[in-house]
């Protein structure tokens, strides 16, 4: 991997033909698990003039179709629109709101942040996550991360009935308040939940690229709810579409940090997992993808993890089971309040995926399921 990630030319230019209006609605969208609406509507008004027909399941998850010429395979691609966050657990008399989490977020990277405090009526309201000052600590206090439960929300109000009139309830949504960024080099984005608004930005891309392309499959883009909580939407979303193949696209790790240990560096190209601690990727299906890579000189990677899930771990058992691979996107700083992604991995990774969906065929699909006998 070191060879090969060294060897690799990094553009300096802005890579590829990328919506960034697109992707900064994605980030930015309010959509922690359970609550993911605001980001459902992005995926749809930028996907709808591509899509026949759009359904949902009863959790919130959106599908979108894109007929083929008839009678054709079932391919979905999956990238679930929930971001990790949190909830009011309690309005202290004093004005300040604890958090409950919903999903994993480290509390070291929390401190300072801005946060959006979402009402019943829609109302939003900033605020920032808080802590005591350090001066008073001892050293070893000092030297621990705080647990969530000693982190508070401070609103910027005198007491309680300040909050409560802005129409704040226990059990509001608290998500993540970040403005999305083209950085130095203009390849590098920064923005929020990336991990895995990304992946619903690919395969709404995929379906807005192949609109007018003549095709044989049924192609569907899919934003998931609640991956973040245990692959719940994947699971009811999986059964709404009942797919011949799926890809599943989520963020991974970025190893072009300092101290990394794991995952692939930004600019990979198409990162093709074939293993993670919920699902092994099918082989063939895999193989596919590295083909049309190698076709089209796309540049691409092979990620493999023993932890870690995606939508593709619920997926793949569902029914009989469904041919299924995930897909990659790295990404620095996932689960926190700033992420960053690259232009070039997300280009790529539309540029194949569409492909794949134009050549499908129940050949290709009797091939991959073969490959299991
Ligand atoms: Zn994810």
């Excluded at 829609?122 to 206090?141: L, N």
């Excluded at 044989?216 to 692959?231: C, F, I, K, R, S």
């Excluded at 190209?269 to 099918?282: A, E, F, H, Q, R």
């Excluded at 700033?338 to 134009?358: N, Y």
Aim: charged letters at 25%.
């Amino acid at each position: 991997m070191a060879d090969k990630d060294s060897k690799m030319v990094k553009p300096t230019e802005p890579y590829g033909d990328v919506d960034l209006e697109m992707l900064k609605d994605f980030s930015e969208a309010n959509g922690i698990s359970g609550h993911e609406k605001g980001a459902s509507r992005v995926m749809k008004r930028y996907v709808q003039d591509a899509a026949d027909e759009i359904t949902y399941d009863a959790l919130g998850s959106i599908a979108a179709l894109q007929k083929g010429s008839g009678n054709g395979p079932k391919v979905a691609i999956f990238g679930h629109l929930d971001e990790v966050g949190f909830l009011v657990k309690e309005i202290q008399d004093d004005g300040f709101i604890r958090l409950i989490n919903v999903g994993g977020m480290w509390p070291h990277l929390l401190l300072s942040q801005e946060i959006t405090v979402t009402t019943r009526e829609g109302k939003e309201y900033v605020g920032f996550i808080s802590s005591p000052p350090p001066h008073g600590m001892s050293a070893e206090d000092r030297a621990k991360v705080l647990p969530l439960e000693d982190l508070y929300v401070d609103m910027g109000v005198n007491d309680k009935e300040e909050v409560e009139a802005l129409g704040i309830r226990v059990g509001d949504t608290i998500t993540p308040r970040t403005q999305f960024r083209v950085l130095n080099n203009p390849n590098y984005l920064l923005g929020k939940a990336w991990d895995d608004r990304i992946g619903a930005a690919v395969a709404t891309d995929v379906l807005r690229r192949l609109k007018g392309v003549p095709h044989q499959a049924d192609v569907y883009a899919v934003g998931t709810v609640q991956e973040e909580v245990g692959l719940r939407g994947a699971t009811t979303a999986g059964y709404l579409v009942n797919p011949d193949i799926a890809i599943a696209l989520d963020a991974t790790l970025a190893s072009d940090v300092p101290n990394a240990k794991y995952g692939k560096p930004l600019g990979t190209g198409v990162t093709l997992s074939l293993m993670d601690g919920s699902v092994i990727g099918n082989r063939e299906l895999v193989y596919a993808l590295e083909d049309i890579c190698k076709e089209l000189g796309v540049d691409f990677a092979y990620d493999i993890f023993l932890r870690g899930g995606t939508d593709a771990g619920a997926i793949h058992k569902l029914r009989s089971g469904v041919l299924s691979v995930t897909v990659s996107i790295p990404a620095r700083a996932i689960h926190a309040h700033r992420g960053v992604i690259h232009r070039k991995d997300f280009a790529d990774t539309v540029r194949v995926l569409t492909e794949f969906c134009r050549r499908l065929d129940w050949d290709m699909v009797e091939k991959i399921r073969r490959s299991n006998q």
